[in-house]
Each structure stands twice: as structure tokens, then as C-alpha cells.
């Protein structure tokens, strides 16, 4: 049903796979929708055609196994109804252990639900400011217009709003090689740095070069500071480089192979948030003097300062799963397992997550949303997908579905039932509420998903992984019987 006359309860903005999967849950629950979508009249400059919940890169969805993070969101979105799982796996193509769709009938599939839905109407324009009425759902996507996004910042802060990602890779905590590694806060005072302000009297392989570094520590060291007290010692883990080490790691960041950008992608990077491989290509002790420095740090091994560091912080609260600090790159995906596994302690490191620098709108979440995903700034305008901090074809459909429902709970003056944490669509939850140092999108993983009960006992990763699968299908279900 078409046309901008018929009444509506909910607006959606945005006619991709957040919207979509957005306004048809709405619908289904029996409340009347407006999908608002721009297209045919216009396009983003990564689109190329005019049906909704568009896949402008991949036709994959990612792996399918419920040992896979994504795999088990698939599978509780496939469960409680999901418009986006239903039409790809009716359009579904070979593709080993992923699932991956013929994009166009996907599409096709996609728009000639929304358009036949009784309780959705299609209206097609752009919009270009946040829309009055309320509620609203806006759902525009990783390349959100200037003149939306503008009308964002201004309700928000313009600080809160950010158009490129600059994403770290994530490595599990059971691949991390332990006995190469400790754990140590930079200036840290306590049993995780005894013996550092000794160390630092002691000859180092490079005593003036480790001066300089103390005395050139970049502005940002005094927040660093602060932030480490307030973690404590051991809130970072460090993977030491001798010269040697660090010198044949620069060379292969500077020599892989990186991802090109699009056409319509400027390539504008913040000095704050630059891919490590640029930084390398600036020079040889770039990192040594940047996120690799490695002042205020002591080896417990050898009781000396490294020639440099990599720090990993942790992910979660259960330490599950490390972060890259610093490391934010555009190599391509093999390049990245080959060149990081060249970091001492990370030879064999599982990569949850690979990193990216990209356009892509979207606001700082944990600042900005309350728990039904609504700005606590406007009350009434909902956010959902790429615009929240959701990364991938699936955790967008995901933040979609949770927002609805969440929203459709407000309507009918129920207490808000979110997903629970234990499962993967309350993970979605979990990242959108995580407050971080520098908050960026992120796909979904295990270390958004709450983490076992130790009475588990210590479990090899893929039986962790399965056990916690098949607690968050059972607890999913439970949830979803009780809605």
C-alpha cells in the first residue's frame, strides 16, 4: 500500500535493512507504519539500484555455524520472525560455511514484503531534516545525507556525531600467547609495576631514545594517565618488541596490501585516529613514539623497558576478548592476520573482529541512547542500524528488529523486555550501551554476549562457544514464549 495520505502511528526514515526489518515488525504487531525512502528519486553514491535493503558490497552474511558469533544471530533472528533472515535464506546461494544470497532477488524479496505489508506505507522522498512527527525510527544508514546528518548533530552535539570509522581489530583472550605477554597499566603504581622506576635507572638498549620519548609524550598522555588509574594496573596487556621485532613489523605494515577506497570515500583521516599503516609510512619510529611507545612500562621478565609495546585493553568486563589499542587499518583481511601475527604473543591469535577506516555516520551511542535505542536529547526519535554503531548486513537487521520491538513495548505501555544479555540480539543491546575511551561501531561477538558461569569450568574455545550458543537459543526462546 503506497501513498503519503494514509494514516500511520510509527515513521520509519530509511529503506534499508534496519528500516525495513524495523517498519515489518512494527507491522506486524498490528501498529501502521510510514517507510520513507528516498530512492528512485536519489541514491547514495554506493547504490545502485532502486529496491530496498540494497547489499551494496558483499552477498554474504557471514558464517552460519552457532559457533560463530553471526552464525547464532542468524539463527535467534530466524527464530523470532526476522523479515531480513527469511528472505535470504529463501534466496540463499552456495557459499561453504557462510550464508550468502543472490543480492538482487534478496532485494526483490526484501521490497515486495515491505510494499505488500497492509499496515506499511512506502512514500519516496528524501528527507532532510529529523521529522516532527514522533515516533520515529531513523534508520539511514552508514552514508546518512549531509543535510540529515546536520540536522542530527545540531539536536545532539556535533561532538557526538562522527563520519568515518576508525576500528581496531579484536583478538581472543585464549589465542593471546600469555607467557610472551603481561599485564601492566602505563604509570601505574602498585604490584603491576614494581621494580619500573628502577628499571628506568638501569641502561637501556637506547637510553637517549627512551628520554626523548618521556619528553616528547604526546598531550593525549596526561588523559592516558587518568584513565589507566581509574582501571587499574593491569588494565592493559603488553606484547613487547625488541628492535629487531619492531623494525620487521613497521616494514610489513608499510608493504601490505591495503584496501583501496571507494570513489565517493575522501580519504579524510583524524590525526587522533590514523590506520597504524599510515603512521608507519610517516617513518621508522613513528609508532615508537606513538601508540607503540613504550614509556612508564616495565618487562617483568628481563626488568627492563622494551624497544616497544603493543597494548591489548579489554573488550569486555569479563576480559574475553582484547582490543588493538591504536590499531585501526585499512589492509586487507588476510594482510591483517599475517602482519598482526607477527606481534609477540599473538603468533596464533584468533581475530574476532579485523579492523577498518571507512566512512560511515553514526553517533555515540552510549552517550546518546537510552535503553528502547531513543535519543535521551528528543525523546520519541528512535535510532537503528549502521546509525547507531552497528557494523554488518546482519547486526543491522538485528538493531532493527530490537528496536521495534522495543518501541512497540513502549506503545502498548508495557515495561521495557529487551533481550537478554546471554544472547545475541541482546548483545546488540550490550555494544550500544558499552561506554568505550573512543566509542566506533562494531559487528557483533562473543564479548558482547555475557560470559559463563564459572561452575562451567574452563572450557576449550569452541566448546565455550557452543555451550554459550545453545544457553542463548534457550534463553532466547524463553524470552520470546513470555513476549
Sequence with gaps: MNGAESPHDVVVVGGGLAGCEAAYQLAQRGLRVRLVEMKPHKRTPAQTSDRMAELVCSNSLRGAALSNAVGLLKEELRRVGSLALRCADETSVPAGGAL???????????????????????????????????????????????????????????????????????????????????????????????????????????????????????????????????AGDEAYVNCPFDEAQYKAFVQALVASEKVEARAF???????????????????????????????????????????????????????????????QTRMKYAEQLRVFRMVPGLEEAEFLRT?????????????????????????????????????????????????????????????????????ALGGILTHLGRKQPTYQPSNITWAHIAPLDPAHGKLRKRARYEVMAERALRDLDAWWAAG
Design 100 to 230: 550468502a544470497v543472490d543480492r538482487e532477488r534478496f532485494a526483490e524479496a526484501m521490497t515486495r514484503a515491505i510494499e505488500a505489508h497492509p499496515r506499511i506505507t512506502v512514500e519516496h522522498r528524501e528527507v532532510t531534516e529529523i521529522p516532527a512527527e514522533r515516533p520515529v525510527i531513523l534508520a539511514t544508514g552508514p552514508l546518512t545525507s549531509d543535510a540529515l546528518a546536520a540536522s542530527l548533530a545540531a539536536a545532539v552535539g556535533a561532538e557526538h556525531l562522527a563520519y568515518y570509522d576508525a576500528i581496531a581489530p579484536i583478538v581472543s583472550a585464549d589465542s593471546i600467547d600469555w607467557s610472551r605477554v603481561w599485564k601492566q597499566s602505563r604509570y601505574g603504581k602498585g604490584g603491576a609495576v614494581r621494580g619500573d622506576r628502577a628499571a628506568q635507572r638501569e641502561p637501556t638498549a637506547q637510553p637517549d631514545r627512551a628520554a626523548q620519548r618521556e619528553q616528547t609524550a604526546p598531550p593525549e598522555d596526561a588523559a592516558e594517565r587518568r584513565d589507566d588509574a581509574e
Design 265 to 327: 570515500e575522501e580519504v579524510r583521516y583524524f590525526e587522533g585516529c590514523l590506520p597504524c599503516e599510515v603512521m608507519a609510512a610517516r617513518g621508522e619510529q613513528t609508532l615508537a613514539f606513538g601508540p607503540m611507545k613504550p614509556v612508564g612500562l616495565t618487562d617483568p621478565r628481563t626488568g627492563r623497558r622494551p624497544y616497544a609495546v603493543l597494548q591489548l585493553r579489554p573488550e569486555d568486563e569479563a576480559a574475553t576478548a582484547y582490543n588493538l589499542v591504536g590499531f
Design 355 to 423: 579492523g577498518s577506516v571507512h566512512r560511515n555516520t553514526f553517533v555515540d551511542a552510549p552517550a546518546l541512547l537510552g535503553p528502547a535505542m531513543e535519543l535521551r536529547a528528543l525523546p520519541g526519535v528512535h535510532l537503528a542500524g549502521q546509525i547507531a554503531g552497528v557494523e554488518g548486513y546482519v547486526e543491522s537487521a538485528a538493531a532493527g528488529f530490537v528496536c521495534a520491538i522495543l518501541l512497540a513495548q513502549q506503545l502498548r505501555n508495557e515495561p521495557l523486555r529487551p533481550p537478554p544479555p546471554t544472547t
